[in-house]
């Protein structure tokens, strides 16, 4: 079984700071693949990056960047001088392999606030 | 433009009235799902599509139908809506192993 755990439920951040989301998952495949999307207030999910297990090397684009650990099983996704336009619901997810790659895991989200 | 659309956005219903939620994609994915999303507890599958004709249950099944008569629609059906089933309802899909395209979502509401 696959398993997503967003263990902050709720982060407020004040306009400029950095910001660390954390994403720790479970699986038994050995290739699979990490996701991150972004929920505005509108509602509508966004794709921000796909990671896949056999890659680890780290990724930046623009204020952002994704952390991935094998060892320890995380994916963390950091906001760097974070802004107002930042504030949002934050879902990582998993996608195994094999009977497992019909399937989608998120975690429950993080919910981000940025105060000006 | 590469794209997933949901028909309707947004519906209030009552117990027991049928209805359909439609997805369609223009991106010739095989793969179609539909999830839904309540508070505090994220995104559930309820059923995927592997292709034409081909579908399975996802998490969360029950009191949903589904079909997948083309490529291209991947419908979502109440037969007998029930309260619970109030949520944000999202179609997604994708090809092969690559990252999936989510619809704008509906919200449902059924009295």
């Known amino acids: 079984a696959q398993k997503v755990t967003q263990a902050q439920t709720e982060i407020s951040v004040v306009e400029k700071e950095d910001v660390t989301l954390d994403c720790v998952y479970e699986?038994?495949?050995?290739?699979?693949?990490l996701f991150w999307y972004k929920q505005p207030p509108s509602g509508e999910l966004v794709f921000l990056i796909r990671r896949n297990s056999f890659d680890e090397q780290n990724e930046i684009s623009g204020r952002y960047s994704w952390n991935f650990q094998k060892s320890t099983s995380s994916f963390n996704f950091t906001i760097t001088a974070s802004q107002v336009v930042d504030s949002a619901v934050y879902f990582c997810?998993?996608?195994?392999?094999?009977?497992?790659?019909?399937?989608?895991?998120f975690g429950k989200g993080t919910k981000l606030s940025v105060i000006p | 433009e590469a794209q997933v659309t949901q028909n309707p956005r947004y519906l209030i219903t009552v117990t027991g009235k049928k209805l359909t939620v439609t997805c369609s994609q223009n991106?010739?994915?095989?793969?179609m799902s539909w999830y839904r999303q309540d508070p505090g507890l994220g995104l559930r599958q309820i059923y995927y599509?592997?292709?034409?004709?081909?579908?399975d249950k996802g998490d969360v099944p029950e009191g949903y139908k589904v079909s997948r008569k083309e490529k291209r629609n991947f419908p979502l059906i109440l037969e007998s809506p029930s309260p619970n089933q109030t949520s944000l309802y999202f179609c997604?899909?994708?090809?092969?192993?690559?990252?999936?395209?989510f619809g704008p979502g509906t919200r449902l509401t059924v009295l």
């Open positions: 991106m010739n994915h095989e793969y």
């Open positions: 997604a899909s994708r090809y092969g192993q690559g990252s999936k395209f």
């Open positions: 699986t038994r495949d050995t290739t699979y693949y």
């Open positions: 997810a998993l996608r195994g392999s094999g009977a497992g790659s019909y399937q989608l895991t």
């Open positions: 599509s592997m292709n034409v004709e081909v579908t």
